[in-house]
């Protein structure tokens, strides 16, 4: 069984640009949860999406944003790139339709702003 | 309110001594609690979690932890650490009822030759 897969993992971008980050679940599950970890805030939580659906959302500015197809395949986009904003960013699925349960995460993308 | 306190940011053993990693936990509903690892630039691997069955928890790699719900707590201890363990560690409460993923600041462990 294929693991999380996340694309790309190496980014380098520019002050002001957008990126957009890739996320495959594992087969069969429908909750997909997006994380920022930096050295100096640690592990944390962009939102999650469940059947295409928003269902969580953690406390980061509008820029940062996602969605969610009807695969389970999840993207995330940040806008209006800052500084601040290189990080790695992982994703992470979990199977089963009542909350979420154990989660299985992919290796990350990180992303270096310039 | 659910929060997740990781009592030490850097922990430091010898190779073939015990390790003890610390989680307190805080959840007004009965929660699921795990422990994560993470290697250098890699993503996070499930050592072990409680869901309220056992309350001594096997997981891989031969760590294990134990529930104690009158000390909220959810310590992870190995026997005997190995080089191989040294990484950062990660206590997790997810709250299935309010779809929340709390994560704990993280441990990292240093394994001495």
């Known amino acids: 069984k294929a693991g999380v897969t996340q694309t790309p993992r190496y980014l380098i971008k520019t002050r002001g640009q957008q990126v957009t980050l890739s996320c495959s679940p594992i087969s069969g599950h429908r909750s997909v949860s997006w994380y920022q970890q930096t050295p100096g805030q640690g592990l944390q939580f962009l939102f999650e999406y469940f059947s295409e659906t928003q269902r969580n959302k953690g406390n980061f500015p509008g820029r940062f944003s996602g969605r969610q197809f009807s695969n389970s395949r999840s993207e995330m986009n940040v806008s209006t790139l800052e500084l601040g904003d290189s990080a790695l960013y992982l994703c992470?699925?979990?199977?089963?339709?009542?909350?979420?349960?154990?989660?299985?995460f992919g290796e990350g993308s990180r992303l270096t702003v310039l | 309110a659910q929060s997740v306190t990781q009592l030490d940011s850097h922990v430091s053993v010898s190779e073939g001594t015990p390790v003890l990693l610390r989680c307190n936990y805080s959840s007004s509903y009965s929660p699921s609690l795990f422990w994560y690892v993470q290697h250098p630039n890699k993503g996070l691997q499930l050592l072990l979690k409680?869901?309220?069955?056992?309350?001594l928890v096997k997981g891989i790699n031969g760590f294990e932890a134990e529930f104690k719900k009158s000390e909220t707590s959810f310590h992870l201890t190995k026997p005997s650490a190995h080089m191989s363990d040294a990484a950062e560690y990660f206590c997790v409460v997810i709250h299935t009822g309010g779809f929340k993923t709390i994560f704990g600041a993280g441990t990292r462990l240093f394994v001495k030759a």
């Open positions: 992470a699925s979990s199977g089963g339709t009542g909350g979420t349960g154990e989660l299985f």
């Open positions: 409680y869901t309220s069955a056992a309350t």
